[in-house]
């Protein structure tokens, strides 16, 4: 499979000449096949300063435009998306490894926050308040921020960015796009198509969204610049520690949203089939590639033998290799330090008492320079204290549970907060999931998985998950000022809380 052939004739579609990515200081790899696809150019440092002055300067202008209108733009992206969805998820799927399935339902998650947002953008709505004053309103507005740097990770590489730059433009601020440098293409490409939707936007100020490309120390100019208010941050927990203080020493405000350790509960009542096909799809979706994945599976012990074989006869039908056909369900681990930490974790995993199966390399001899795996899965039995850390690779650690007091603890003993997952059909533990007793992550799913979020809800997660929300609900709030204004149309000037100060004049 030779996929730089198909490479040109993708890129061309998506309006990006191709001839102009191959003299780049910076290799692209596909996951898929180990060969390199083409060699962008990165930004320089003044680059990056440079671009952000721009955006600055857009703001400017766009911070004026009704918000209805800024709306349009985005309508227009979402038009861009839809025509281009075959080819720009091929692309994701090219140039992250995700089946062509997950790969379109990237760019789906893109459409559909392109609609919410347009809708949003006749939406930001205010509040008025009741003043304590006679004669006086008191209301709160919702107003542009400035530009908002986008850090964004391999393995979402498009969706990312347009939950942040959909919600954030039709907000009136600008974006500035640091993706990452493992995955720079489809960066470009989504680039090219909200080009070409502003240029039929017409009077779209320039540089409205920009993109840099380079490795974290240009990731680190972005973040340290006073002129971008905003930082919204996608990716480890270790990125997060060094994002998140940066930006909040200069007062600057983050959205961080950072690694996951998702916990799935399966109690007695649950329908094991729907829980069975849950798991699976949290656990390998994406290689385990994902935020939202399923690293930690709780069975309670009446069910657990039971369980554990069908989940080991579904885990030994699951067919690996190339993510273009569609009889695969699992695609490649981005690259070789993925492998390497998933077998770290393995190894870790057994000396800690857990018995492994699965977790081998698989094409190796086809595809040298890439990196297939069998998910693993690892047996943890009874143990009372659940894996901390978070391995980005299909590993499905799995625990037996006895008390739903003591599996809610469990669940909940680990660093990061993103999300959960339970299945029951005991309305009890199902409402004591989601209560303050309950699962203390951002999402926490009753008989859906920890994966595959609709884009209408606010997304993000609580502890080392960093406490951000992006996307849906009135995530939008994080990204605008709040201005409270209080109007006297009155004849007088009564202080708040009773406090006299008369003025004596003669
Ligand atoms: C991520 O992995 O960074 O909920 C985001 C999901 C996707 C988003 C994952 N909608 O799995």
Known sequence: MVLIHRITDILESLGVDPSTMTNGDLDVFSPVTGEILASVATDTPAAVTEKISAAQLAFREWRSVPAPRRGELVRLLGEKLRAHKDAL????TIECGKILTEGLGEVQEMIDICDFAVGLSRQLYGLTIASERPGHRMSEYWLPIGPVGVISAFNFPVAVWSWNAAVALVCGNTVIWKPSEKTPLTAIACQQL????????????KNLSTLIIGDGSIGAKLVSNRGVPLISATGSTEMGRKVGPVVAERFGRSILELG???GFIVCPSA???MALTATVFGAVGTAGQRCTSTRRLFVHDSIYREFLSRLKKAYASISIGDPMNSENLVGPLIDSDAFNAMQTALRNASQAGGKVHGGERVHESKFPDAYYV??????MGSQKQSVQTETFAPVLYVYSYSDFADVLSLHNDVPQGLSSAIFTNNLSEAENFISPLGSDCGIANINIGTSGAEI?????????TGGGRESGSDAWKGYMRRLTSTTNYSTELPLAQGVRFTLSED
């Not at 998820?89 to 994701?92: E, K, T």
């Not at 997304?459 to 080392?464: A, L, M, N, P, R």
């Open 374 to 379: 069998r998910p693993a899965l690892v047996e």
């Open 260 to 262: 996951g350790n998702n």
């Open 271 to 273: 329908n094991l089939d």
């Open 194 to 205: 909200f080009l070409s939707a502003a240029a039929e936007f017409g009077d779209a100020p």
């Open 456 to 464: 209408g809800g606010a997304f993000g997660g609580e502890k080392d």
């Open 89 to 92: 998820g091929a692309l994701v």
